[in-house]
């Protein structure tokens, strides 16, 4: 594994976000029968009050019944970011908000995950290139 980096400036610089191909949509279930056979499948899971929310591919999403209309793409930050850090999270969602693009963020132990609408994801990964370029100068 890579250095785990804490400061913004580092988290930001060493993002290297990479578009993911799969298309994905969030789900909420209170099925327990049908939770365990969709969460092997997910990309993230979420236990809410209201039930399991997933992160799933389209197809299995539509394959299940789900509601798919709002599809997204995900943007991995390929950088090792510190857990306690603070920065990145503020920065990444502050540099698509200004060109009116949503995101959710979801942080994994070794990466961050930013999901945008499907339509708009070229245009946040090219967003999130000239965060980090800017950066690195």
Known sequence: MSQIVKSAHAMIAGMTPQL?????????????????????????????????????PIKVAQDAGHATDQPMHCITLNVYSALDGVGLTAAVASALAAKNIPCNMIAGYHHDHVLVPDDRSAQALSVLQTLQSAACA
């Open 20 to 56: 993911r191909p799969e298309v994905f949509v969030f789900s909420t279930l209170t099925d327990l029968d049908q939770a365990r056979d969709l969460l092997p499948v997910a990309f993230s899971a979420t236990r809410e009050e209201e039930g399991l929310s997933l992160v799933l």
